[in-house]
């Protein structure tokens, strides 16, 4: 009961939404660099002296990259979305992208317009699923990436524009500075600024729930719900085989398995900006308590396989 009030708090947060309806408000203007790779603005946080520059990091190597939108009843934002993230990754020189686009059961004309802008683009594919659930789609969609062959990297954003190109475009370096195995953009990882700021008690409210997420799944992330997050190719031939979460919980499956088998998953600072018309509900209590049930649903169901792969590691160690 005391977790289920404090969610009526938090939720809002996780997903990105307010309790009440917010004006339409993004980050602020920022001082900019042109980046000699991309030839596009490179936006960097003005400094202040009580806060560190943000530095985004240039590519040394090239990669070939999926970018996977899932996208339900977007036919208000999946233009402009899309036409910010062509941009900029198309004139990217260390960057081939292709883009993977994931109506699920849309009822407006989210596809039509996906049609009407690959007409011009040969690197964006549409995969068209009858069956909703946005854990669902990015699943099918990170499914067909991987069955490619040919992609060094493969994530997924968002297709409410709340992570700007340049801030999904910060994860890849940061995967190549430390040689990890995936990166996620998170919210409320030291650094981090999202527009509008929260307010205090949804802060306070966040890290209580983000404590009890960190023990009853032992896993260090600080937000497992913002919509950008990026991983080599391996990382998803092992996981996607487990994962069964449809709707948005997946985040939390999808995490909790890559650290289940050693994965070094990167939570990386980022620039968020709400963005209204969220298809979450925060008022229907039942969604409030399949968040809870979710939790213990994730670590039930894959219960057996921690055990095999804690006992692996104990049998590995006795061999040295």
């Keep these: 009961m005391i977790l289920n009030i404090v969610l009526c708090i938090l939720i809002p947060l996780l997903s990105g939404q307010s309790t009440q309806a917010q004006p ?49 009843n977007e036919e208000a934002r999946i233009k402009p979305m899309l036409e910010a993230y062509i941009a900029f990754f198309n004139n990217h020189k260390m960057l081939k992208t292709d883009f993977l686009i994931v109506p699920n059961n849309c009822s407006d004309n989210t596809e039509k317009i996906c049609k009407n802008i690959q007409k011009n683009h040969k690197n964006i594919e549409i995969l068209s699923l009858p069956e909703g659930g946005k854990g669902n789609a990015v699943v099918k969609g990170f499914t067909l990436a991987v069955s490619k062959n040919k992609y060094d990297l493969i994530g997924f954003v968002d297709a409410d524009l709340a992570t700007q190109p340049l801030y999904f475009y ?72 487990y994962m069964e979460e449809k709707k948005w919980a997946f985040d939390l499956e ?38 809870i049930n979710s939790i213990s649903r994730v670590k039930t169901r894959h219960k057996e396989l921690a055990a095999q ?12």
């Design 24 to 72: 339409e408000k993004i980050a602020p203007k920022q001082k900019t660099t042109i980046s000699s790779q991309t030839g596009e603005k490179k936006a960097q946080t003005k400094k202040k002296k009580s806060k560190k520059e943000h530095v985004i990091p240039d590519l040394e190597k090239q990669y070939s990259l999926c970018i996977v939108v899932p996208a339900y």
């Design 170 to 241: 910060e994860l890849i370096g940061h995967i190549e500075q430390k040689q990890s195995d995936g990166a996620i953009a998170s919210r409320y990882a030291k650094g981090a600024n999202v527009y509008p700021p929260r307010p205090f008690l949804y802060k306070i409210g966040g890290k209580v729930f983000n404590l009890f997420l960190r023990k009853k799944l032992s896993i260090p992330f600080r937000d497992t719900q913002c919509g950008a997050k990026i991983f080599k190719p391996h990382v998803l031939k092992t996981i996607l085989p």
């Design 254 to 291: 999808l995490l909790y398995l890559g650290v289940l088998f050693g994965y070094d998953i990167t939570e990386v600072p980022t620039t968020w900006s709400d963005a209204p018309g969220s298809h979450f509900d925060i008022g229907d209590a039942k969604v409030r308590q399949e968040f």
């Design 309 to 320: 792969i804690k006992q692996s590691k104990k049998a590995i160690l006795q061999q040295v």
